[in-house]
């Protein structure tokens, strides 16, 4: 009787414990940061400046995940978290002064855990290994960058990239991550807004696409349906 006492406590505290770390997660109020990312955008230019890109790389912090997002010294190879966009499209628009504009086609932001990273910025697949947590609807964008002669010459580029988009969640899974179990839908509800910033001096690209810009950013999330009625 008393073995099958101390079974029923250990049971009860285990789930308790088990609630406790999946409800722990709260979500981030808006316009907090919400995320900080390292990535890497790639380009296929054609003569007439149109083309395709992808962007992937990973996260250095995730408001709400407790703990290092790394699996030893901070880098690409030992990222917990990653993240890969779908390939969109991109089309110029007419230069104001000298701000080189871009429409980035609408389309996906994807986020993915692994237990075992192994990132390699020659290989986008390592990006968007492991499990899929979060998908994020991504509408058209605008891109603003110093005006340059011509975009399909080859890097070094001059100036800065700035891209901004607010993305809605569109769907997420629960995942266990160092004994803790979270739930995008339950951290960002209403969305995220990224911001990021590209160098425009090239880093090598990857089959497909020649041309890649090094950037880094950070997102602040966006007010969900409850927090904009609790407003009212």
Not at 192 to 213: D, H, K, L, Y
Request: include cysteine.
């Amino acid at each position: 009787m008393k073995h099958q006492t101390t079974q029923l406590v250990a049971l009860l505290l285990a789930t308790l414990v088990g609630w406790l770390s999946s409800a722990e997660a709260k979500p981030i109020p808006s316009s907090a940061v919400a995320c900080s990312l390292v990535g890497r955008a790639h380009l296929n230019l054609k003569p007439d400046s149109t083309g395709q890109a992808q962007d992937f790389g990973y996260f250095t912090g995730i408001t709400g995940i407790a703990g290092s997002l790394f699996n030893g010294a901070p880098s690409e190879s030992t990222a917990f978290f990653t993240y890969r966009t779908d390939v969109l499209s991109i089309t110029p628009v007419r230069s104001n002064g000298d701000i080189a504009l871009v429409l980035g086609s609408a389309g996906t932001f994807d986020i993915y855990y692994n237990s075992s990273p192994s990132g390699d910025w020659s290989n986008p697949d390592r990006f968007s290994s492991g499990q899929l947590v979060a998908r994020f609807a991504r509408p058209e964008f605008l891109v603003l960058q110093i005006l340059q002669s011509d975009w399909t010459n080859p890097p070094p580029f001059e100036s800065i990239t700035d891209v901004a988009a607010t993305l809605a969640l569109a769907k997420s899974q629960s995942f266990t991550f160092k004994g803790h179990k979270y739930d995008f839908r339950a951290i960002v509800p209403g969305g995220i807004t990224v911001n990021e910033f590209a160098s425009n001096t090239g880093v090598p690209g990857i089959t497909g696409f020649p041309i890649a810009q090094a950037l880094a950013g950070h997102c602040v999330a966006v007010a969900s349906k409850d927090e904009d009625q609790d407003k009212q």
